[in-house]
C-alpha cells in the first residue's frame, strides 16, 4: 500500500482582507490531476505576521512538499519563511510559483539553493504532474512549465499555458476559509493588449465557460464577502460577454445576490459601448466599481508602451459613467512611463482628475520580470530597484528628484482626494486659488514633506488642512472652515467636530430648537445626527447618519436657514 504525499501550499497575503485565488487553483487541480494518495492543504497567512506563527502551521501538517505563490509583494517574506521551513523540514520539497519567479526560474535556481523546482505559467495542471512524478519517485522532466536541477545543472522550461478551462477553485474547503474577505473571481485568461509594462497580454484571451462564471459568481456573492472582484485583467475586451454578465449581475441584485455585494471590475474605458453605458446606469447604486486603467493621456507614451486607446472615446465614457452616480470610478495612473516628463504628466493627472472619479490612484512604474520594459533595456532605458517591487528610481525623462515630488503629491491625492473626506474643500480651494490640481496636490505634498509626517490623526490633519491652506491669499478662513465643516460631518458619523472647527457661539443652540420646530427637516430622517452653524451663509447643517451612499461614502447633508433672532 502506497503512502500518503502530503503537501501544504502556502499563500502570504498583502492583508487579512485579502484572500489569494492561486492557492485554491493549485489545490483545485490537484483534486482533478493527481493521485489519490497525495493530501494537500492550503496555509495562508500575510506578509505582517510573524513568521514563526506561519511556520507553526504549516509544521502542523507534516508536509513533504511545500509550494509557495511568489507576487512582488510577498517574495521577501516568502524567502524568510523558506528558510526558517527548511530549518525545521530539511527533506520537504520546495516549490516556487507565481508571476515573481515564472518569468526568472534560471535566476531563482541559482539564487535559491533550498528550492527544488519552479512552476513557471499557468500551474493547475504542472503542478499536479510533479506531485505525481514525486509520489511515484519518478524523473520530472518534460513537464511543461517545471524548471529544477539536476546535479548542478539546470533545466528550464517555458512559462505553461493551456486552452483548456482550469477546475473551479471554488470548494466547501475555499468558502470554509474564505470568512467574509475578499473573494476574487476569474472569468478568462489573458488580455488583448500587450503593454510593455504588464505580464498579462500572454497569447490569445481564453473565456471560461459562461454557465460556469455565472454559477461562480451566485456562489461567492452568496459566500459572505462584501466585495467581489473579477482578476479578468480586461473584463470588456469581448463586449457582448461582458454585457451579459453586467445584465446577470443586475438582474439578479437583491434575490440571487443578496443586497449590499459589490462588484469590482478592472475594463478598457474605452472598449464601452452605448449598450453598456445605459445598462450600467440602470444598475443599483454600489452594486457595481469600474477600475480603468488610463496609464496616460500622453499620445506618444501610450505609443512607446504598445497601448492602444481611444483617448477621446475613453474620457467621453468616464464622463458618462461617473454622471450617473451609481458606479464608484477608479482611475489609475502610472509615473515613470516612456516620453512622460513632469509636464506632461501633470497634463494626464489633470485630465484625469477632471473626471471626477471616486478614486484617482498615482502608481509608479515597476518592472517587472518577464514585462517587455525589463527585457528590452535599450528601448526602455530606466533605472529601478534591484529588489522587488523593482520600482522605477530614474528614467530619461524624470529625474529621481522629480519621482520624489510625485511621492510627495501621491500623498497628499491619498490623504485629501482619495480619503473622499475633503471634496467641498478642494473644490473650494482650486477655485478660490485657480490653480490646476497637479499643482495644488504637488505643493500640498511638500508641505506634508516637510512636516515629516507620518501617522496624525483625523483632527490634527483638518487642522493641518485648515492652517495652511488659510494661509494662501484668496482663500476666505470663514469660508474654508465652513467647506471643512460640511464635509466632516457628511463623511464622519461621530458628529463631533474637532476642535479646530468649533466655533462657541449661543446662536447653536437656538438654531437647534429651531431645526425641532422645522417639521420638513426633522421629517428627513431618524435616530442620530450633527449639525453645526455655517458663518459664510445664514444657515445651517446637518447630517443624518443613515443612508450611507455607498458610492461616495457620504451621508446626506441638508442645510435649514436660520435666524439670529
Not at 473626471?355 to 484617482?360: A, E, F, T
Amino acid at each position: 500500500m502506497k503512502q500518503i504525499l502530503h503537501v501544504a501550499i502556502c499563500v502570504l497575503n498583502s492583508k487579512y482582507i485579502h484572500s489569494s485565488l492561486s492557492p485554491w487553483c493549485l489545490l483545485a487541480g490537484i483534486e482533478a490531476y493527481c493521485e489519490k494518495g497525495i493530501i494537500a492543504e492550503v496555509i495562508e497567512g500575510t506578509i505582517n505576521e510573524n513568521p514563526d506563527n506561519i511556520l507553526q502551521r504549516i509544521l502542523a501538517k507534516s508536509p513533504q512538499v511545500i509550494g509557495f505563490s511568489c507576487y512582488i509583494w510577498n517574495i521577501d517574506a516568502t524567502k524568510i519563511l523558506i528558510r526558517l521551513v527548511k530549518g525545521a523540514m530539511p527533506n520537504a520539497v520546495i516549490v516556487l510559483g507565481g508571476p515573481e519567479v515564472s518569468y526568472n526560474a534560471a535566476d531563482i535556481l541559482k539564487e535559491e539553493p533550498l528550492v527544488q523546482c519552479v512552476v513557471s505559467g499557468e500551474g493547475e495542471a504542472p503542478f499536479a504532474l510533479l506531485l505525481n512524478c514525486l509520489y511515484h519517485g519518478e524523473h520530472t522532466h518534460n513537464i511543461a512549465g517545471i524548471s529544477y536541477r539536476v546535479g548542478g545543472q539546470l533545466m528550464l522550461s517555458r512559462p505553461n499555458t493551456t486552452f483548456n478551462d482550469p477546475p473551479s477553485p471554488y470548494t466547501e474547503k475555499y468558502f470554509n476559509a474564505l470568512k467574509g474577505r475578499i473573494a476574487y473571481l476569474e472569468t478568462s485568461r489573458g488580455c488583448p493588449y500587450s503593454c510593455a509594462f504588464c505580464l498579462s497580454g500572454f497569447g490569445k484571451v481564453r473565456y471560461f465557460n459562461l454557465e460556469r462564471a455565472k454559477k461562480e459568481l451566485l456562489m461567492l456573492a452568496n459566500s459572505g464577502a462584501q466585495t467581489v472582484k473579477l482578476v479578468d485583467r480586461t473584463f470588456n475586451a469581448n463586449r457582448a460577454r461582458a454585457v451579459e454578465l453586467f445584465n446577470f449581475i443586475i438582474k439578479n441584485y437583491g434575490a440571487g445576490i443578496p443586497e449590499g455585494v459589490c462588484f469590482h471590475f478592472e475594463i478598457a474605458g474605452d472598449l464601452l459601448d452605448e449598450a453598456a453605458i445605459s445598462l450600467l446606469a440602470a444598475a443599483p447604486a454600489g452594486l457595481i466599481q469600474m477600475e480603468i486603467g488610463l496609464q496616460s493621456f500622453n499620445p506618444e507614451t501610450l505609443a512607446a508602451i504598445n497601448r492602444k486607446t481611444n483617448i477621446e472615446q475613453l474620457k467621453n465614457n468616464i464622463r458618462k459613467i461617473v454622471a450617473n452616480g451609481n458606479i464608484h470610478v477608479h482611475l489609475d495612473l502610472i509615473a515613470g512611463l516612456p516620453c512622460e516628463d513632469l509636464r506632461s504628466f501633470a497634463k494626464s493627472f489633470n485630465t484625469a482628475y477632471d473626471l471626477r472619479p471616486n478614486m484617482l490612484q498615482l502608481g509608479f512604474l515597476k518592472l517587472l520580470h518577464g514585462s517587455k520594459m525589463r527585457v528590452a533595456r535599450e528601448k526602455y532605458p530606466c533605472r529601478y530597484e534591484c529588489r522587488a517591487p523593482y520600482e522605477v528610481i530614474e528614467t530619461p525623462w524624470l529625474s529621481t528628484e522629480d519621482l520624489l515630488y510625485l511621492k510627495h503629491t501621491e500623498d497628499a491625492l491619498q490623504r485629501l482626494y482619495n480619503s473622499r473626506r475633503f471634496r467641498r474643500t478642494l473644490d473650494y480651494l482650486l477655485e478660490q486659488l485657480r490653480i490646476k490640481p497637479f499643482e495644488l496636490f504637488g505643493h500640498f505634498g511638500e508641505y506634508l514633506a516637510s512636516k515629516n509626517i507620518n501617522r496624525i490623526s483625523l483632527n490634527d490633519f483638518i487642522a493641518l488642512v485648515y492652517k495652511h491652506f488659510g494661509s494662501r491669499s484668496g482663500i476666505d478662513r470663514i469660508t474654508l472652515r465652513d467647506m471643512l465643516v460640511c464635509d466632516y460631518l457628511a463623511t464622519n458619523s461621530s458628529g463631533r467636530l474637532p476642535p479646530v472647527l468649533q466655533v462657541k457661539d449661543p446662536a447653536l443652540k437656538r438654531a437647534k430648537k429651531q431645526f425641532e420646530r422645522d417639521s420638513f427637516a426633522t421629517s428627513r430622517g431618524k435616530g442620530r445626527r450633527a449639525m453645526a452653524l455655517l458663518y459664510s451663509e445664514p444657515c445651517m447643517v446637518y447630517a443624518y447618519y443613515q443612508d450611507k451612499n455607498p458610492v461616495t461614502g457620504e451621508y446626506p447633508l441638508s442645510k435649514i436657514i436660520w435666524s439670529k433672532k
